[in-house]
């Protein structure tokens, strides 16, 4: 059964610290790996993308890892910003010709002073 | 010049009505999506045109139905509402359907009373 997990279902940090957010996936076949930043009441923003060839891909102060072996992939937050409270997503992209999507259910993420 | 555009933004109907949420994109994309965020804030995929042809038609009831009158709209039409159908309502688009990449609406909050 295809299946995207994230953990922790919630996070709260305060201002300035790192986190990294998990994704565990049971896809197959896998296509290629995106995170998305969401806002309270806005749509899903794309972060980054991965195929199975990449690695390791950063945005700023975000950097996605992909392990394609054992399906997991992590997105790491250097020096949080207030700003970067919100929801973050995980979604794998499957089957390469019918743009099949799941979406992880999102790690809140809360980034105090 | 927002990319993608839904509107409205908030709309409370009572049961039985029926209602139209709007999605406009201004991209050039060839494929557009709608989906449904519940309450637990998980992302289901509905539907799928491309080139004004349906792709993608989960396991939705035929109460929804997607109408798109050229490829840069894609409106989502709801017959006889239920309180169940209260969400958020995401419209998106992509490329095409092995486009990495999507870009999402802000959202339209459903509330049936």
């Known amino acids: 059964k295809n299946q995207v997990e994230q953990s922790p279902q919630s996070l709260i940090i305060l201002e300035g610290k790192n986190c990294t957010l998990q994704?565990?996936?049971?896809?197959?076949?896998?296509?290629?790996l995106r995170w998305y930043k969401q806002d309270t009441g806005r749509g899903p923003v794309s972060l980054t993308i991965m195929t199975f060839s990449e690695n390791t891909k950063s945005n700023g102060r975000y950097t996605a890892t992909l392990d394609a072996d054992t399906k997991q992939s992590s997105l790491h937050i250097t020096a949080s910003q207030l700003s970067d409270s919100a929801s973050y997503i995980c979604?794998?992209?499957?089957?390469?010709?019918?743009?099949?999507?799941?979406f992880g259910k999102g790690t809140k993420l809360s980034v105090k002073p | 010049d927002t990319a993608v555009s839904q509107t409205p933004k908030y709309l409370v109907t009572q049961m039985g009505n029926d209602k139209s949420i709007k999605c406009e994109q201004n991209?050039?994309?060839?494929?557009m999506y709608w989906y449904k965020q519940d309450s637990k804030k998980f992302l289901k995929i509905m539907f799928s045109?491309?080139?004004?042809?349906?792709?993608i038609n989960e396991t939705v009831p035929n109460r929804f139905s997607p109408k798109s009158p050229d490829k840069a709209h894609l409106n989502l039409h709801i017959n006889s509402l239920e309180l169940g159908d209260s969400a958020v309502y995401f419209c998106a688009s992509s490329q095409d359907l092995w486009a990495a990449g999507y870009t999402f609406g802000s959202g339209t909050r459903l509330t049936v009373v």
């Open positions: 991209l050039g994309h060839d494929t």
């Open positions: 979604v794998v992209s499957y089957g390469g010709s019918q743009g099949n999507l799941i």
């Open positions: 994704c565990n996936y049971t896809v197959s076949p896998f296509s290629n």
């Open positions: 045109y491309n080139n004004k042809e349906l792709i």
